[in-house]
C-alpha cells in the first residue's frame, strides 16, 4: 500500500459511482470495475469534501480528525487511493478562478 | 470515540436498498444446449420482455444506482435489440458485463464493443480443448468461443473475461486455462457448478470430487487475480477465506431478473420458491426488490440448522442456497459439497423424485441430459 502525500491537492476520482448506504456508501470504479466498500460515514464524507481543500491535511483538519483517528483515515484513504477511488488533483491556478 | 457498529458482512446480510448488481437474463433462447445451463435455456419465451421494457428496466436501475448488470441468458446476443439495450445502459451510466458463448461475436461485434466504455464481456468455455469443452456445451462450441477471443483480441477490445465452470472433468487444466488467459492478455474467471436448470440432472456427474473441491481452494488462494464472483465460500471451511464478502447474497444485495421480467433471488434459483415478483408489477423492480416477502424473508437472520454445531459454520455459513435446494436438502443444513463430507448421507437419502424441478424450463425439445449424446452447434439464431 503506498503511502499518501497529505500535502498535495486530492479528489475523488471522477470514474467513481458513490452509492450512499447505511454503513457509509458504496464506490464503483467504472473503468477497472472495482467494487470498494466506504465503511463509515465520516470517511464519505472526507471523501467527498476533497476537493474542496488546497490539500489533503487541510481536509483532514477541516474535518476535524486527529490523532488516532487521523492515523486511521490516512490508512482507509491510502487503500482508496490504490483502488483508483481518489487521485491528485492539479491544483486549480487562482487565475483560472472566475 | 465511535459506535460499534456490526461487521460490513452481518449489514449486507440484512439487504440493501437497491442491489448492488444484478444479472439480468435477457432470453431464454440459446443456439446452444449446455448439459449444466442454470436457466435450462434453449427456446425463446413469446412473454419476453419488450425492448421498451428493457429500457425503463434500465432508467430504473439507474434511479436505484445500480452500478453495473450481468446480462446473459440463453445466448443475449441472439437478442436482436442486443446492442439498442447495451448501449441504453451504458448511456444511463449503467455499466454492463455480458456473458457469451461467442458464436454471434463476429469481427464487426468485436471492433463496436472495443470502441465502448463501461462494458466487459465474458466468453464461456468449459474445456480447455474442444473434446473436453464440447462435450458439455455441444459440438462446435469451443471453436465458436475461440473465434470470438481472436476477434476480440484482433480488435484490441483490451481485458475481457474468460469464464469457465469447475466441473470433474476440467478442474486439471486449471493452470493450461491460465495460460490461455494470460497469452490473450484476458482475466480468468472461474464458477461453481450448481445443480440448477439443467444441471438438476447433470450434476452428480459433473461435479467435484471432495479432493478436487481442496485442490480447487488451494488453486484460488495461490492465484488472487482469478476471479470466481465470490461462488466458492463453501470452500472456506478449509481454512483461510478466499477474498471476496463470502456470504450468500441471493435477495440481499443481488438478485436475477428473467427475460419474462420475473425476478428470483439469485441466477441459480429460478424457482417460483424464490420468485419476489415482476417486473411489469406496479411497483416495478424497485418495488420487488425493496417490498417483497420473499426477500424480506431472506434478510431475516438465518439459523445454523444442522450445521449450528460446525466449527467451520462461521467460515461457509453453510454453503450455497441453490445447490440444496436443487439437491433436496434443506436449507438450513450443509451444502451438498460441504468439504467435511456432512452432506453425503443426507444426499444419499434424497428421494430422487423429491428433487425440485425447475418451474421455468425452457429447454428444446430432447435436450440432451447426459453427455453421450452429441449435439451439432447451429449458428443460426433461433
Excluded at chain 2, 117 to 132: E, H, K, P, R, V
Excluded at chain 2, 153 to 167: L, P, Q, R
Aim: with cysteine; net charge negative; glycine share 8%.
Amino acid at each position: 500500500m503506498s503511502s499518501l502525500a497529505s500535502d498535495q491537492a486530492w479528489t475523488l476520482s471522477s470514474s467513481i459511482g458513490l452509492r450512499p448506504e447505511p454503513f457509509g456508501a458504496l464506490a464503483y470504479h467504472f473503468e477497472s470495475r472495482r467494487l470498494v466498500f466506504l465503511k463509515t460515514k465520516d470517511l464519505v464524507d472526507l471523501v467527498r469534501s476533497l476537493a474542496d481543500h488546497p490539500t489533503l491535511d487541510d481536509a483532514l483538519d477541516a474535518a476535524g480528525l486527529d490523532g488516532r483517528r487521523r492515523t486511521s483515515h490516512l490508512t482507509a484513504l491510502a487503500s482508496l487511493a490504490d483502488a483508483g477511488v481518489i487521485e491528485l488533483r492539479s491544483p486549480i491556478p487562482a487565475e483560472a478562478t472566475p | 470515540m465511535t459506535t460499534r457498529t456490526p461487521p460490513l458482512t452481518e449489514q449486507l446480510k440484512r439487504g440493501l436498498d437497491a442491489p448492488i448488481c444484478l444479472t439480468w437474463e435477457l432470453t431464454y433462447a440459446c443456439n446452444l444446449d449446455c448439459l449444466h445451463c442454470l436457466s435450462a435455456s434453449g427456446r425463446r419465451d413469446p412473454n419476453e420482455l419488450s425492448t421498451e421494457e428493457c429500457l425503463a428496466v434500465i432508467d430504473e436501475l439507474n434511479r436505484l444506482q445500480v452500478f453495473y448488470v450481468n446480462i446473459g441468458g440463453g445466448e443475449p446476443m441472439i437478442r436482436r435489440d442486443f446492442h439498442t439495450i447495451v448501449d441504453h445502459a451504458i448511456a444511463n451510466h449503467v455499466g454492463v458485463k455480458f456473458s457469451t458463448n461467442g458464436t454471434f461475436l463476429d469481427k464487426e461485434a468485436a471492433k463496436r464493443f472495443a470502441s465502448m466504455d463501461m462494458l466487459d464481456i465474458q466468453i464461456s468455455l468449459d474445456g480447455f480443448d474442444a473434446g473436453t469443452n464440447d462435450a458439455l456445451r455441444g459440438e462446435g462450441s469451443w471453436a465458436a468461443a475461440r473465434q470470438a477471443m481472436d476477434n476480440l483480441a484482433a480488435a484490441d477490445f483490451g481485458e475481457f473475461k474468460i469464464s469457465i465452470v469447475a466441473t470433474r472433468h476440467n478442474v486439471s487444466q486449471l493452470d493450461d486455462y491460465k495460460k490461455m488467459a494470460d497469452d490473450y492478455g484476458a482475466q480468468l474467471r472461474l464458477t461453481r457448478l450448481r445443480p440448477s436448470g439443467r444441471g438438476v440432472d447433470s450434476y452428480q456427474d459433473l461435479r467435484l470430487s471432495h479432493q478436487q473441491q481442496r485442490d480447487v481452494y488451494h488453486w484460488i488462494m495461490d492465484r488472487p487475480d482469478v476471479l470466481t464472483g465470490d461462488s466458492f465460500f463453501h470452500l472456506n471451511a478449509l481454512g483461510e477465506s478466499l477474498p471476496g464478502l463470502n456470504m450468500c447474497g441471493a435477495g440481499r444485495i443481488v438478485c436475477l431478473i428473467d427475460p419474462v421480467g420475473d425476478v428470483y433471488a439469485c441466477p441459480f434459483v429460478i424457482h417460483d420458491e424464490f420468485k419476489a415478483g415482476n417486473v411489469r408489477d406496479a411497483g416495478g423492480f424497485t418495488g420487488v426488490w425493496q417490498n417483497s416477502e420473499r426477500f424480506l424473508e431472506l434478510r431475516e437472520p438465518e439459523s445454523g440448522g444442522a450445521c449450528a454445531s460446525c466449527g467451520s459454520f462461521d467460515a461457509c455459513g453453510g454453503g450455497c442456497m441453490a445447490s440444496k435446494f436443487f439437491t433436496g436438502l434443506p436449507l438450513d443444513g450443509p451444502d451438498p459439497d460441504c468439504v467435511w463430507g456432512h452432506a453425503d448421507d443426507a444426499l444419499a437419502a434424497v428421494d430422487g423424485s423429491a428433487i425440485p424441478r425447475m418451474t421455468s424450463d425452457h429447454s428444446k425439445p430432447g435436450a440432451r441430459t447426459d453427455a453421450s449424446v452429441p449435439v451439432l452447434l447451429t449458428t443460426k439464431r433461433p
